[in-house]
């Protein structure tokens, strides 16, 4: 088992900051996928980014490239996103999710675990 708890959401103004840290917890492994997706209302839940615990692959969905980093802290069990040039159309409920299956990272139907999620608003 593997727990995830998310931190560091809230309300910004567009082109502001924030970075969001996902702590982990349990049965953890090096080969493991963090993967951040988020869900507006109504909407899908989409892939954001994702990272193996090795570092080797990094990955991020289209509309986040450019402008939002993932990284990993080993020592500290945590995964961490940082959001700049925020837009309001990244407004939405960020989850962090946990897998082993690489090849399956944007799909959030791959993820084993997942967070409570933590909820991003972005004002114009």
């Known amino acids: 088992q593997v727990q995830l708890v998310e931190s560091g959401g809230g309300l910004v103004q567009a082109g502001g900051s924030l970075r969001l840290s996902c702590a982990a917890s349990g049965r953890t492994a090096s080969n493991y996928v963090m993967g951040w997706f988020r869900q507006a209302p109504g909407k899908e839940r989409q892939f954001v980014a994702a990272i193996t615990l090795s570092g080797g692959y990094i990955s991020y969905g289209d509309s986040v490239k450019g402008r939002f980093t993932i990284s990993r802290d080993n020592a500290k069990n945590t995964v961490y996103l940082q959001m700049n040039s925020l837009k309001p159309e990244d407004t939405a409920v960020y989850f962090c999710?946990?897998?082993?299956?690489?090849?399956?990272?944007?799909?959030?139907?791959?993820?084993?675990?997942w967070g409570q999620g933590t909820q991003v608003t972005v004002s114009s």
């Open positions: 999710a946990a897998t082993e299956n690489l090849s399956g990272r944007y799909s959030p139907g791959k993820y084993d675990y």
